[in-house]
Nanobody, 124 residues
Framework: VQLQASGGGLVRAGGSLRLSCAVT????????IAWFRQAPGKEREFVSA????????HYAESVKGRFTMSRANAENTMYLQMSSLQTEDTAIYYC??????????????????WGPGTLVTVSS
């Protein structure tokens, strides 16, 4: 399984970006899909996920109401629409797939495959 994220870039605070992640290999619809991010000097943190079993979407508190995650099973692609971006959102964003249980949906080690990341920089 291979993942390739795109859509990162430089944006001013308050702006928007849309990230995409194309997944090849495996059976996309059978995976829980997720976005994580890692800011300089910080650990990788959970951003959002969509469970393959229920279709439910989960967000970190820091992005709720600003980010929207979606998946297109027919296209084997996941998206992250980011709005009202803040400087604190600056990070490398990674897409990942796995089959975590609900209680571990935000756990990095529960995801099997990762993309190489795409850089999002939010300027003030």
């Amino acid at each position: 399984v291979q993942l390739q994220a795109s859509g990162g870039g430089l944006v001013r605070a308050g702006g928007s970006l849309r990230l995409s992640c194309a997944v090849t290999g495996g059976t996309f619809r059978t995976y829980t899909i997720a976005w994580f991010r890692q800011a300089p000097g910080k650990e990788r943190e959970f951003v959002s996920a969509i469970r393959h079993t229920t279709g439910s979407t989960h967000y970190a508190e820091s992005v709720k109401g600003r980010f929207t995650m979606s998946r297109a099973n027919a296209e084997n692609t996941m998206y992250l629409q980011m709005s009202s971006l803040q400087t604190e959102d600056t990070a490398i964003y990674y897409c990942a797939v796995g089959r975590p249980i609900l209680s571990a949906i935000a756990t990095v080690s529960m995801y099997y495959y990762w993309g190489p990341g795409t850089l999002v920089t939010v300027s003030s």
